[in-house]
């Protein structure tokens, strides 16, 4: 068997292994070393069992994942998110959100859209976002007389946008595989998230204006007065997107890196939950408890897949994947499609963590022969991932909301209630695909053309 053959057993075997149910991070260390030890075996020069050149890239791989700049504002956006759920603050930007929209159509499902975008980027977590909106946003929509489907829908799409806008967790990553600068990735992700949420909430006052019994209007004695209505929304609205906005301005203007302005983010959301006097000593020990676990996920998925993807390259995985896809002279707009395709099955398995530190590498190498921008890529994969999480029958997003949901909640009802974003989705990537100035046109002109 030929080296090249071994490397595409290696990645056939790992997705096989995932697909089983073992811990990814893991099932990547395992198998980096394991073929890894094969690759750079060399009899020759082999003194005893542990002299192989794996354990030096494991260790190589290790330290320049802990050393990365990039990846510091990971925990501390993390911690930013945790600590805003852990104190209630999520709690209050829903309820003062919904009293702002009392007069739209769906006023709730808006809130709980908006709501889900901005929460979204604190955590770029899609199961922390969907569950807690399951439970904060969920029971309250159905008890105003919301059609279930109609609600589900609305937390499932609402909950994965955390993916697309910034400060999403999501594009560090990218940012860290492609070896681009994150602040452009931020830029050119704003108008996409931004009209991305704008379509969910056009679709969404739509249908409850030509069908109002989906999504009932509030009653008459339940809307507060309009001095409650305004200091409810100055004390809950407007410090939190003040304090995000706070944190994209000084990236996106230069005046902080990422890790800086992530670290200020997470110093006010400590501030803010002490200003509402929500910070217990136990709520902050979960909010450090969930950062650290879900850090130390990140971290060991790199370690393993930089690993992995070394081996995989020396064996000559990705000269043979490059060469195959090359020689089917598909042209710029088939690669694009068989790319997204193939990421969007992925999405079915896979969390996007997975999906962007191991499989976007393979076709990073291929982005230039096609003549296709990096950046631009980023947002198209950025957008799929929408879908990955909202298709039946594997949507994560809908299992999500099922394990928190009122048990006369059926599962195909989610799925139903899922199926109009998907369409949203789609034909916002369409849409970016004509209009590439969409996701390109704030990254040039805030540092010029990469």
Same mark, same amino acid.
């Given at each position: 068997m030929t080296d090249p053959q071994v490397a595409i057993m290696m990645l056939g075997l790992f997705i096989f292994m995932v697909l089983l149910g073992f811990p990814i991070a893991f099932t990547l260390v395992a198998m980096g070393l394991g073929f890894g030890y094969y690759a750079y075996f060399d009899p020759f020069r082999m003194e005893h069992l542990f002299d192989n050149r794996?354990?030096?890239?494991?260790?190589?791989?290790?330290?320049?994942?802990?050393?990365?700049?990039?990846?510091?504002?990971?925990?501390?956006?993390?911690?930013?998110?945790?600590?805003?759920?852990?104190?209630?603050?999520?709690?209050?930007?829903?309820?003062?959100?919904?009293?702002?929209?009392r007069n739209l159509p769906g006023s709730m499902a808006v809130a709980a859209l908006l709501t889900c975008a901005v929460f979204a980027t604190a955590t770029g977590i899609v199961g922390a976002v969907v569950t807690l909106m399951g439970m904060l946003a969920f029971p309250a929509m159905l008890k105003a007389g919301y059609e279930p489907k109609f609600a589900s829908g609305v937390i499932c799409a609402g909950g994965c946008l955390g993916i697309?806008?910034?400060?999403?967790?999501?594009?560090?990553?990218?940012?860290?595989?492609?070896?681009?600068?994150?602040?452009?990735?931020?830029?050119?992700?704003?108008?996409?998230?931004?009209?991305?949420t704008g379509f969910y909430i056009l679709y969404v006052v739509g249908r409850a204006f030509?069908?109002?019994?989906?999504?009932?209007?509030?009653?008459?004695?339940?809307?507060?007065?309009?001095?409650?209505?305004?200091?409810q929304l100055l004390t809950s609205f407007v410090p939190l997107?003040?304090?995000?906005?706070?944190?994209?301005?000084?990236?996106?203007?230069?005046?902080?890196?990422?890790?800086?302005?992530?670290?200020?983010?997470?110093?006010?959301?400590?501030?803010?939950?002490?200003?509402?006097?929500?910070?217990?000593w136990e709520r902050l020990k979960e909010a450090v408890f969930l950062c650290a676990r879900t850090s130390a996920m990140v971290?060991?998925?790199?370690?393993?897949?930089?690993t992995f993807a070394s081996v995989f390259s020396y064996l000559g995985g990705h000269d043979t994947i490059r060469d195959w896809v090359l020689s089917m002279d598909i042209g710029t707009v088939g690669f694009l499609?068989?790319?997204?395709?193939?990421?969007?099955?992925?999405?079915?398995?896979?969390?996007?963590?997975?999906?962007?530190?191991?499989?976007?590498?393979?076709?990073?190498?291929?982005?230039?022969?096609?003549?296709?921008?990096?950046?631009?890529?980023?947002?198209?994969?950025?957008?799929?991932?929408?879908?990955?999480f909202l298709t039946p029958p594997m949507a994560?997003?809908?299992? /999500?909301?099922?394990?928190?949901?009122?048990?006369?909640?059926?599962?195909?009802?989610?799925?139903?209630?899922?199926?109009p974003y998907l369409a949203i989705v789609i034909f916002t990537m369409?849409?970016? /695909?004509?209009?590439?100035?969409?996701?390109?046109?704030?990254?040039?002109?805030?540092?010029?053309?990469g």
């Open positions: 794996i354990f030096d890239l494991f260790v190589q791989n290790t330290f320049a994942v802990m050393s990365n700049d990039v990846l510091v504002a990971v925990p501390l956006f993390l911690f930013m998110g945790y600590i805003v759920e852990r104190a209630n603050i999520v709690n209050r930007l829903f309820f003062s959100i919904q009293l702002a929209a697309l806008i910034p400060p999403s967790i999501m594009l560090i990553v990218y940012a860290a595989i492609a070896e681009m600068s994150p602040l452009r990735l931020y830029a050119g992700a704003m108008f996409p998230g931004l009209i991305l030509f069908d109002p019994s989906l999504a009932p209007k509030p009653r008459e004695e339940d809307v507060p007065t309009f001095q409650k209505i305004v200091l997107a003040a304090l995000i906005l706070s944190v994209l301005g000084a990236i996106l203007f230069g005046l902080a890196t990422p890790a800086e302005a992530a670290g200020v983010g997470a110093f006010g959301g400590l501030l803010l939950a002490a200003i509402y006097r929500s910070l217990t971290c060991w998925l790199f370690v393993g897949s930089w499609i068989m790319a997204q395709v193939i990421i969007f099955l992925l999405g079915w398995p896979l969390e996007w963590s997975e999906i962007i530190i191991i499989f976007v590498p393979i076709f990073l190498p291929m982005l230039e022969p096609f003549g296709v921008d990096p950046l631009f890529f980023g947002m198209l994969v950025a957008l799929n991932l929408q879908t990955s994560m997003a809908a299992y /999500y909301l099922k394990g928190v949901a009122p048990s006369h909640i059926q599962l195909i009802d989610i799925f139903r209630g899922i199926m369409v849409l970016m /695909y004509n209009f590439p100035g969409i996701a390109l046109w704030l990254p040039e002109y805030f540092f010029g053309k």
